[in-house]
Every structure is written in structure tokens, then in C-alpha cells.
T-cell receptor
Framework: DARVTQTPRHKVTEMGQEVTMRCQPI?????VFWYRQTMMQGLELLAY????????DSGMPKDRFSAEMPDATLATLKIQPSEPRDSAVYFC???????????????FGDGTRLSIL | AQKITQTQPGMFVQEKEAVTLDCTYD???????LFWYKQPSSGEMIFLIY??????QNATEGRYSLNFQKARKSANLVISASQLGDSAMYFC????????????FGTGTRLLVSP
């Protein structure tokens, strides 16, 4: 089965360090999403792309977070500088949306468990 | 206002029994989709089933079915013949509006299946 691949699976680093998370969407999918999951806030959408174009990053703290899709096989989420409150599980998901109203499911990667000390 | 409400923080069911996980939603848009995901203790998010707002019939996928009551704005997940491996968190999510693909998730229901 095709899967969304996320790296790294786990990351522990000290506050102030740059963190880069990577995602390889399922081949042929044209939408990519970044979510953050915490106990307090649940699952929150940070950013999403369609055909590599960023469509919505309103859920992302702009001063320290950035999301990009340098090509169709790679999406990145960067945090610089990282803070302890960024500790969470970060999920990437991809889907195929032939049009903006289609109800296609999003398929999730296994997530990156991030701990900022 | 919450877009997706899951009122059951936890549910217990015995193996082989059926269980219903509740989900209500709030939208004024006629075009939307409702999705259920399973998150086992290992952490991954697994897509289970979805229902479109214009679909006439309730969605089914193996042991999963979606009890879609549009007038009541509910989309409950029914799991038949529960198995021990069904123990997990279950999230209901909605996509709404024209031109949008993002999902809004509920807070989840933790299901525990006992032998």
C-alpha cells in the first residue's frame, strides 16, 4: 500500500534550535497538509498545499514556522527558533482532490514526535 | 461554536458486540464531507470511512458504517462485531464549504474493547 512517509519519527532538541520535518506524500496526490496534535488543542491544521501552491497557513505561527513544497515529492515544515511549547506530534497528510469541492480522504503519515527541551 | 462535537470521551464495549460512536456537526454550507479516523496507541491516523453531504445512502466499509442523519446533523460511526484491535481513539472530522479541502477534527472518543 502507498503511504505518506515522514521523517524523522522522533526529534528531541533544545530550545532555540532549528527543526526541519519532512514529508513525502503519496505519489499522485495533489494536496498536502500539516497538522499538529497536542493533548490540550487536539488536531490543528497548520498549513496546506494544493498542486504545490500554499493555500492556507493561517493556523501556523508565522514568526517561527514555515512550510514549503520544493517539489511534488517533498513537503517541509520548519521551526526556527524552536520553543518548548512547540512540543507535539506533527502529522503530514496527503490526498487527491480533482477539484476543490471533492470529498477525498486525507491519508496521514506516522507523524514526527517533537520534544523541545 | 464547535464545528465537530464528540460528546463521549470514552466508551467500553465487549468483544463481538456492536458500538456506536457519536458525532454531531455544525455547518450552514450545503456542501460538506464527514470523515472518521482511528488512532491506535501507536499513534498513526488511519482513515476509516466518509460520507458526503449529498450522498443518499449511508456509507459502509466492512465492519464500519456511518449513521448519517442530515436533519439532526449527526454522523455516528457504528462498529459491528468489535474486536480487541478496535481499541483506539476515534476522531470525527468535517470538510466544509466550496473551495476548501481542510478538515476540522473533533476531540475524539477513546474506545476500549474488552474480552
Amino acid at each position: 500500500d502507498a503511504r505518506v512517509t515522514q521523517t524523522p519519527r522522533h526529534k528531541v532538541t533544545e530550545m532555540g534550535q532549528e527543526v526541519t520535518m519532512r514529508c513525502q506524500p503519496i505519489l499522485g496526490h495533489n494536496t498536502v497538509f500539516w497538522y499538529r496534535q497536542t493533548m490540550m488543542q487536539g488536531l490543528e491544521l497548520l498549513a496546506y498545499f494544493r498542486n504545490r501552491a500554499p493555500l492556507d497557513d493561517s493556523g501556523m505561527p508565522k514568526d517561527r514556522f514555515s512550510a514549503e513544497m520544493p517539489d511534488a515529492t517533498l513537503a517541509t515544515l520548519k521551526i526556527q527558533p524552536s520553543e518548548p511549547r512547540d512540543s507535539a506530534v506533527y502529522f503530514c497528510a496527503s490526498g487527491w482532490a480533482p477539484d476543490m469541492d471533492s470529498n477525498q480522504p486525507q491519508h496521514f503519515g506516522d507523524g514526527t514526535r517533537l520534544s523541545i527541551l | 461554536a464547535q464545528k465537530i462535537t464528540q460528546t463521549q470521551p470514552g466508551m467500553f464495549v465487549q468483544e463481538k458486540e456492536a458500538v456506536t460512536l457519536d458525532c454531531t456537526y455544525d455547518t450552514s454550507d450545503p456542501s460538506y464531507g464527514l470523515f472518521w479516523y482511528k488512532q491506535p496507541s501507536s499513534g498513526e491516523m488511519i482513515f476509516l470511512i466518509y460520507q458526503g453531504s449529498y450522498d443518499q445512502q449511508n456509507a459502509t466499509e466492512g465492519r464500519y458504517s456511518l449513521n448519517f442523519q442530515k436533519a439532526r446533523k449527526s454522523a455516528n460511526l457504528v462498529i459491528s462485531a468489535s474486536q480487541l484491535g478496535d481499541s483506539a481513539m476515534y476522531f470525527c472530522a468535517m470538510r466544509e464549504g466550496r473551495g476548501f479541502q481542510k478538515l476540522v477534527f473533533g476531540t475524539g472518543t477513546r474506545l476500549l474493547v474488552s474480552p
